[in-house]
C-alpha cells in the first residue's frame, strides 16, 4: 500500500542549512510535493518535483529525489525563524487522484 | 491557482450536535476533497466530492457521520454529525491547482474542539 514517512522533530541553528527526509513506498508515483503548515493556518504547496526528475531547485530551497531509494529530501538554506512550520512530505501516483501525506516534520529554529 | 474560502475558521461545540463547514472556490473545478488532522497528526482524506454525485469516501469514514453536499462546481460542504470530543480536529477542503498538475490548494481550515 502507500505509505510515506517523516521524523518527527528537526531543531536547527538560525543561519544553518535545515534537511528535512522522506521515504514513500509507492513506486507509481508521479509528483511528489513538500508542503508547509504554519502554526493555526492550513497548508501551503512549497514545491514539487515530478517523479523524472532527481533535482530541483527554487531560491532557498532545493528537493533532491532518489527514485531508486524512494527518498525525497528538502533542503531550506539559511534557516530563518520564518521557517518554523511543519513540513509535510506528499505524493501523488498515476493510479489514484488524490495525493497521501506523510506525518509531517516540526522544524523549531534555535537563535 | 485557486482560492479557497473555508468557514466557520474554528468552533466549539458540544458533543451530540452537528457542525456544517463550508468551502467555496474562485473557480470552477472537477474534484473537490475533504481532509482531516486530528490534533499532531498528519492529514487524512474524509472523501472526494464530485458535483452532480455521490461524494467517495476513504475507508473509515461513511456518510452517515460526514455527509457531504456539492450542489455546483464551485462549493461543498462537510457535516460532522453527533460530535463526540473525538472529532475534535481541524478540517479542510482542497482543490487541483489548475497550475501545477495535478498539486492541490488547501483552504485554511475549520479547526473543531468538541466539548
Known amino acids: 500500500g502507500e505509505d510515506v514517512e517523516q521524523s518527527l522533530f528537526l531543531s536547527v541553528r538560525e543561519g544553518d542549512s535545515s534537511v528535512i527526509n522522506c521515504t514513500y513506498t509507492?513506486?507509481?508515483?508521479?509528483?511528489l510535493y513538500w508542503y508547509k503548515q504554519e502554526p493555526g493556518a492550513g497548508l501551503q504547496l512549497l514545491t514539487y518535483?515530478?517523479?523524472?526528475?532527481d533535482m530541483k531547485q527554487d531560491q532557498r530551497l532545493t528537493v533532491l529525489l532518489n527514485k531508486k531509494d524512494k527518498h525525497l529530501s528538502l533542503r531550506i538554506a539559511d534557516t530563518q525563524t520564518g521557517d518554523s512550520a511543519i513540513y509535510f512530505c506528499?505524493?501523488?501516483?498515476?493510479?489514484?487522484?488524490?495525493?497521501?501525506f506523510g506525518s509531517g516534520t516540526r522544524l523549531s529554529i534555535r537563535p | 491557482s485557486a482560492v479557497i474560502s473555508q468557514k466557520p475558521s474554528r468552533d466549539i461545540c458540544q458533543r451530540g450536535t452537528s457542525l456544517t463547514i463550508q468551502c467555496q472556490v474562485d473557480?470552477?473545478?472537477?474534484?473537490m476533497f475533504w481532509y482531516r488532522q486530528q490534533p499532531g497528526q498528519s492529514l487524512t482524506l474524509i472523501a472526494t466530492?464530485?458535483?452532480?454525485?455521490?461524494?467517495?469516501?476513504e475507508s473509515g469514514f461513511v456518510i452517515d457521520k460526514f455527509p457531504i453536499s456539492r450542489p455546483n462546481l464551485t462549493f461543498s460542504t462537510l457535516t460532522v454529525s453527533n460530535m463526540s470530543p473525538e472529532d475534535s480536529s481541524i478540517y479542510l477542503c482542497?482543490?487541483?491547482?489548475?497550475?501545477?498538475?495535478?498539486?492541490?490548494?488547501f483552504g485554511s481550515g475549520t479547526r473543531l474542539t468538541v466539548v
Open positions: 482542497s482543490v487541483e491547482a489548475r497550475d501545477i498538475p495535478p498539486g492541490y490548494t
Open positions: 509507492d513506486s507509481s508515483s508521479t509528483y
Open positions: 518535483i515530478f517523479s523524472n526528475m
Open positions: 506528499a505524493e501523488s501516483t498515476s493510479s489514484a487522484s488524490k495525493i497521501i
Open positions: 473557480s470552477q473545478v472537477t474534484m
Open positions: 466530492a464530485n458535483q452532480g454525485s455521490e461524494a467517495t469516501y
